[in-house]
């Protein structure tokens, strides 16, 4: 995984050269940027969450159903129920979302409860496709981390790859141990509910940090 250094994150056109370092099977990029949620009775401190589309190829059921949240919220936002709940925002409606001053209109695609992605469904984060999140940020062709599958027994010359692209300007990390979580989190569940039990997966390792990352 690579993760980036500062909340600027990298461009995504270095995360892309990183895709296609020999023995990458499939790589994914996201953004994190933190902000402020606005909605009809309040505000709240917030974590925006990006995930490109390549985080469906990413290693079985859980990235699969990942893929298909994704789609339902497709150019707006997903919000834990608290989060939603706190703010006075419903599903079908519309949140404003601060970052860096900047205030940006989003719609509400989904309110995520306990029963589909568990815990985090009090967590203070907005999950959007990359390219809505990066509009919402004002961060556009810019990523925070790109989590790679290598192909088998190629970590080594993978990481070694990327340390060489990346110079240094990020962080390379290890990040098997989460892809193995992912796909054990929607083993139990049905494909309505693991799309998103997948979701609050990755945030929840997201905010990990223990992760193999260019950063």
Do not use: C, W
Not at 104 to 117: K, Q, W
Not at 133 to 143: H, Y
Not at 152 to 161: F, L
Not at 179 to 195: F, N, V, W
């Amino acid at each position: 995984e690579l993760r980036a250094r500062s909340s600027e994150g990298f461009s995504e056109a270095l995360a892309l050269r990183a895709g296609r370092v020999p023995g990458v099977r499939f790589a994914a990029f996201v953004l994190r940027e933190d902000g402020e949620l606005v909605g009809a009775r309040g505000r709240r401190t917030v974590q925006v969450v990006g995930l490109s589309a390549g985080i469906v190829a990413l290693h079985g059921s859980a990235t699969r159903n990942l893929g298909a949240g994704a789609a339902l919220v497709n150019g707006g936002v997903g919000l834990p129920r608290a989060l939603a709940e706190g703010v006075g925002a419903r599903s079908g409606g519309r949140v404003g979302l601060l970052v860096g001053g900047v205030r940006r209109e989003a719609p509400v695609g989904a309110v995520l409860d306990s029963a589909t992605i568990g815990s985090v469904a009090q967590a203070p984060i907005v999950i959007a496709q990359l390219g809505v999140a990066q509009e919402l940020t004002e961060l556009p062709g810019r990523v925070t981390e790109v989590l790679i599958e290598p192909y088998p027994g190629a970590d080594g010359s993978v990481a070694a790859e990327l340390r060489s692209l990346t110079k240094g300007r990020v962080s390379v990390e290890g990040a098997g141990s989460e892809l193995r979580l992912l796909e054990d989190a929607a083993k139990p569940l049905g494909q309505s509910t693991g799309l998103f039990a997948a979701i609050g997966a990755m945030v929840g390792l997201l905010f990990a940090a223990n992760t193999m990352l260019l950063t």
